[in-house]
């Protein structure tokens, strides 16, 4: 059974950094697109980032220019590099990957467990 397991969040003052990690457990064929999202209390789950198989990146505008998505194909990791980060971006950053599990099956949607990403001072 494939799982994603995620790592890198916690408590960080306003203007610091975190990197958030995931990879997935388990076999599995391929990954096509990887990407973080992130849901605040009260609020509706939010795409914050995602990356293809060639490293085409997308961002939401909330975190242009101070985060970063990356992914290392060798390792199946993909990564969030957080940084100038706000009170606002306190929330729970789950790990979404499309997977294929064999050939012969299409690429269905996974989830990480999520990780708290705390911003405070």
């Known amino acids: 059974q494939v799982q994603l397991v995620e790592s890198g969040g916690g408590l960080v003052q306003p203007g610091g950094s975190l990197r958030l990690s995931c990879a997935p457990s388990?076999?599995?064929?391929?990954?096509?697109?990887m990407g973080w999202y992130r849901q605040a209390p009260g609020k509706q789950r939010e795409l914050v980032a995602s990356?293809?198989?060639?490293?085409?990146?997308n961002y939401a505008d909330s975190v242009k220019g101070r985060f970063t998505i990356s992914r290392d194909i060798a390792k199946n990791t993909v990564y969030l590099q957080m940084n100038s980060l706000k009170p606002e971006d306190t929330a729970v950053y789950y790990c979404?990957?499309?997977?294929?599990?064999?050939?012969?099956?299409?690429?269905?949607?996974?989830w990480g467990q999520g990780t708290q990403v705390t911003v405070s001072s």
């Open positions: 979404n990957a499309q997977i294929r599990r064999d050939l012969h099956t299409r690429p269905n949607d996974y």
């Open positions: 388990g076999r599995f064929f391929s990954i096509n697109d």
């Open positions: 990356i293809s198989r060639i490293g085409t990146t």
